[in-house]
């Protein structure tokens, strides 16, 4: 990604539930350790909680529901006008939990990062958690990655382990790999931020970091 020319970093975050690392974000921010700001928040699904950590934090917030749109892609290019109108530097999927086809993709190139809890390739999909305790891994984490129009298929750019345990059930050990993720969260923005991403077809490498 270019460097940001000047000011603080827009940052648009997206997300369809809970928004835990949307909160991770905005604490990041308001404590300066972000390189930097929440202008925006975005969400398909009116009843979010992210929604009312948005309001709770003065951030602007929006809702496009894929309901209003007769096609998946009249949504992404809705989605898309809707991200615009904040002019950001980064687009930040938190949990949201939709699909962004190319007609969203093409307006933001380089610019979408998605968080994911396992370790990509790894549990691609829903119910990450699941799938890992079903597979019987002893070790699975969370990834941020550069999104493209597959399923959490774009390029790594960075990951966490977490273990898990013989008693974990779904809740304990997506509990475990929600405190992990809003670490990563905040070490892969700053990353791309600070432009110490380098990309080289699917790798990226993070320079001094
Ligand atoms: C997080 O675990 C995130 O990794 C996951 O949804 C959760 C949202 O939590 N995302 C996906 O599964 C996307 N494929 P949050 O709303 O508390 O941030």
Redesign the pocket.
């Known amino acids: 990604m270019d460097s940001v020319a000047h000011g603080r970093p827009r940052i648009v975050v997206l997300?369809s539930?809970?928004?835990?690392?949307?909160q991770a974000i905005i604490d990041a921010s308001e404590s300066g350790r972000l390189c930097g700001e929440v202008v925006g928040l975005i969400s398909d699904n009116p009843d979010a909680t992210?929604l009312r950590r948005a309001k709770g934090h003065g951030i602007p917030r929006v809702v496009v529901e894929r309901k209003s749109y007769r096609s998946k892609r009249e949504f992404d290019l809705g989605l898309a006008e809707a991200v615009k109108r904040f002019s950001p530097d980064l687009v930040v999927l938190?949990?949201f939990?939709r699909l962004l086809g190319k007609g969203f993709l093409d307006e933001f190139p380089e610019k979408v990062i998605?968080?994911?809890?396992s370790l990509l390739p790894a549990f691609r999909?829903?119910d990450?958690q699941k799938q890992a305790l079903e597979y019987g891994v002893r070790y699975t984490g969370?990834t941020v990655h550069f999104v493209d129009e597959g399923t959490?298929t774009g390029p790594i750019i960075g990951q966490r382990v977490v273990p898990v345990m013989p008693d974990d059930t779904e809740d304990t050990l997506?509990a475990r790999?929600?405190v992990e993720?809003h670490a990563l969260m905040i070490e892969c923005i700053n990353a791309v931020l600070a432009g110490k991403i380098r990309r080289n077809g699917r790798k990226v490498i993070i320079y001094g970091g």
Request: charged share 10%; with cysteine.
């Open positions: 997300a539930g809970q928004g835990t690392n949307f992210a938190a949990g939990m998605n968080i994911h809890p999909g829903l990450a969370c959490d997506r790999i929600l993720e």
